[in-house]
């Protein structure tokens, strides 16, 4: 970001910490589609996901005097999933994975058992992101989110600690494992890795 | 290299999230080790993956209408009120509409007052036709004859009245009686005044109309409606 943009957003935060509705709007537009990306990757429904960008940035707005610290954004993500991961929890017809996985001297990596297309030349391949998506559904919903916070949206992992709430190295924990898990998935459907 | 394969470290090792003495560590590791440099590489690509999957759009706005105007609730629930008045006010009319047309054994109010201009141009018609220097022997209460046949009908026109007050010859009469048009043709016997009595009672009419109602009522139904949904997104 510019140091321009970086201060017409400061600004914007600020006018919007007094109470001017517009400024929080167009704070408010800038992230839209990321948080509902974001919490249509957690949720996985389309309404349960508008709905809780919705909700999210109402209580964004009112409780935005008691913004201070974190990134607007991240504090935005922060809202937003919260509110994806109780509506997750909350959901009892859908099984869901357990919130906090073994360590990561549990996991295995592996192998492709036979030579097949490599991972880079699959990048603009429909299928192959497909299955990312089904890799990504199939993940536990924390690690899954923190994958998504930094695959996805770019947040540092000093910031998906904060937005999540744990330690920073439960979050380097459930990043890794959450990568590993759809790289098996990849390689259990063919993919050949990139020669290191 | 004292190092294990350091697995646990190569997601934060390719996002620099390691410590620079982690991130040297791993870095030398990497020289020797082949198998860690294949797995570095295919953590790459699964997050460049991961960051390459398709942006969905929502399918409505999202963000809240926080600065919506003061005077949005106030107007929505005028036009609420506004649209069950019409509505009352629809099923008011077509019930007086309903009792004008049983009362009048099947003719209207507009279908009368239409039947008592025509009497009226009746009435005038011969005296128009004849010389103003003779006098039709028009019977003094046919004017009462041709408009009792309709009780709601209007004050009796100057052009009736003319035959008998035409022995005087009156200039004004003249004027009247020369623009006079004989029966049947179109516009028959309306002098302005008629005209301007026929024009006053339009809105009455317009007024008993309840299609006119309804129409309003729908009009302000709907902008409530669109009022409400305005407000629904706003905090």
Redesign the interface.
């Known amino acids: 970001m510019s140091a321009a943009s970086e201060s017409e957003l400061q600004l914007l935060i600020e006018r919007a910490r007094a109470g001017d509705?517009?400024a929080?709007?167009d704070l408010?537009?800038r992230e839209?589609?990321a948080?509902?990306?974001h919490a249509?990757?957690i949720v996985g429904t389309?309404s349960d996901?508008?709905d809780i960008?919705?909700e999210a940035?109402?209580s964004a707005?009112?409780s935005i005097a008691s913004f201070q610290g974190l990134s607007f954004r991240a504090w935005l993500f922060r809202i937003a999933t919260n509110r994806a991961l109780d509506q997750l929890r909350s959901r009892k017809r859908r099984p869901e994975l357990p919130l906090d996985p073994p360590d990561?001297?549990d996991?295995t990596?592996a192998e492709p058992v036979a030579p097949g297309p490599d991972?880079?030349q699959?990048?603009?391949d429909r299928e192959?992101?497909a299955a990312?998506?089904t890799a990504?559904g199939a993940l536990p919903a924390d690690q899954r989110t923190a994958?998504?916070l930094?695959?996805?949206e770019g947040f540092?992992?000093e910031e998906i600690a904060v937005i999540t709430s744990v330690e920073i190295g439960t979050v380097?924990?459930r990043?890794?494992r959450g990568?590993?898990a759809?790289?098996n998935t990849?390689i259990s459907q063919g993919w050949r890795?990139?020669?290191? | 290299m004292t190092l294990q394969h350091p697995h646990a470290e190569l997601s934060a090792y390719i996002d620099d999230a390691l410590d620079p003495a982690a991130q040297a560590a791993v870095e030398g590791h990497l020289v020797a080790c082949a198998l860690c440099r294949s797995h570095v590489a295919q953590l790459r690509a699964t997050a460049a993956f991961v960051q390459a999957l398709p942006d969905p759009v929502p399918s409505r706005r999202l963000v809240p209408r926080l600065a919506a105007p003061a005077w949005l609730a106030p107007l929505r629930t005028l036009m609420t009120l506004a649209s069950g008045a019409a509505v009352f006010l629809f099923i008011a009319s077509a019930v007086i509409s309903n009792i004008t047309f049983l009362t009048s054994g099947g003719a209207t109010g507009t279908t009368a007052q239409e039947a008592s201009r025509d009497t009226a141009a009746k009435v005038q018609a011969p005296a128009a036709a004849g010389p103003a220097s003779t006098p039709s022997p028009a019977p003094a209460g046919s004017g009462n004859v041709a408009f009792g046949l309709s009780p709601s009908a209007s004050p009796l026109p100057d052009t009736a009245r003319a035959p008998q007050g035409a022995a005087t010859d009156d200039p004004r009469t003249r004027a009247d009686r020369s623009t006079a048009v004989p029966p049947g043709a179109p516009g028959a016997a309306l002098n302005p005044q008629d005209a301007g009595r026929l024009t006053s009672a339009e809105p009455q009419r317009s007024l008993l109309n309840p299609w006119l109602w309804l129409a309003l009522a729908i009009v302000c139904g709907g902008i409530a409606i669109a009022l409400n949904r305005r407000l629904r997104t706003s905090v």
């Open positions: 509705t517009r929080f709007e408010a537009r839209e589609r948080l509902y990306r249509l990757r389309t996901a508008e960008v919705q940035l109402f707005w009112r990561d001297d996991i990596w991972l880079t699959l990048a603009g192959a992101l990312v998506e990504l994958l998504l930094r695959d996805v540092a992992y380097k924990s990043i890794h990568r590993l759809v790289r990849l890795g990139p020669d290191g």
